[in-house]
């Protein structure tokens, strides 16, 4: 079996008729990729919509009509079909970790609640179809969208199996020490002057990595929102290479703790130019040697 570096899970769908502005924001992919898909480490792949059988095991059947019923959740199915095959792919060993793209997001998506242009929890159908089908147990996940992942947390907060950490802007620990969150660093704080890139990239690492090493999971993930963005809707004053290290960071991570396996899925952003910019940088990372 040809194993590749990295899979990318896109569907046409979500350049076309994606969440935020009719589609706008992937509006310059796949064609975005050329790059990085040149020189054979990166494959592409075109995922199938999710299971209704699978959806069943996360969410009740009340939420799936409610998706259906939802114009913003037209690309729901193929959007956690992706995440899904993404998990299946790192699992089999055709690739070492992945991307997905997605044209509606997860994590404000809980059991029996959907909101926030999130329909489907992409992630916790990964982790429910990998458990099932693969053998693997325990994952770890960041989330550095700008905004809180209500629905993982529900989904999951009762699951020790679960290291969930998310930086959100609060601060909140379990007594369990699984479900986290982190605030966001003050850029006019101790150290006055320094870069907010610096100071968040500063607080993923210090609070994040010690804690997956004593968790030992057996796959990460990383809900990549580039919403933080500076001029995007959740402004916090990051730019590209907060996000770029933050890959590498996980990457690396994902090396020490589990052999490699990690799965990006995108989560919030809206502007096609910071789409286009930062996305290719982190698939390159993603696929570096
Ligand atoms: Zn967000
Ligand atoms: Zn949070």
Known sequence: MTRYATGVFYHPSFSRRSYLTVGARLADFPAALDGVLRGGRVKLYEPGPVSRELVLKVHT?????????????????HSAGGVVMAGDKIAEGEIGNAFAFIGAGGHHSGRDFFGGYCCFNDVALCVVNLR??????????????????????????????????????????????????????????????????????????????????????????????????QGDYGDIGLTGPCYWNIALLMRDLAGEVCGGKLAVVLGGGSHTKLATYLIPPVIERLAGS
């Open 61 to 77: 059947p009340g939420l799936i009509e409610g998706v259906k019923g939802d114009p913003l959740c037209s690309t729901a199915w």
């Open 132 to 229: 099932e089908k693969r053998g693997l147990r325990r994952f770890a996940i960041l989330d550095t969208d700008a905004h809180h992942g209500d629905g993982t947390r529900e989904i999951f907060l009762d699951d020790p199996d679960i290291l969930h950490v998310c930086i959100c802007g609060r601060e909140y620990e379990s007594s369990d020490k699984t479900k986290v969150d982190v605030g966001y660093p003050d850029p006019r704080g101790s150290g006055v002057g320094r870069p907010i890139n610096d100071a968040y990239f500063d607080r993923v690492a210090d609070r994040f990595p010690d804690r997956v090493r004593r968790f030992r999971p057996d796959l990460l993930f990383w809900y990549f929102g580039f919403d933080t963005h």
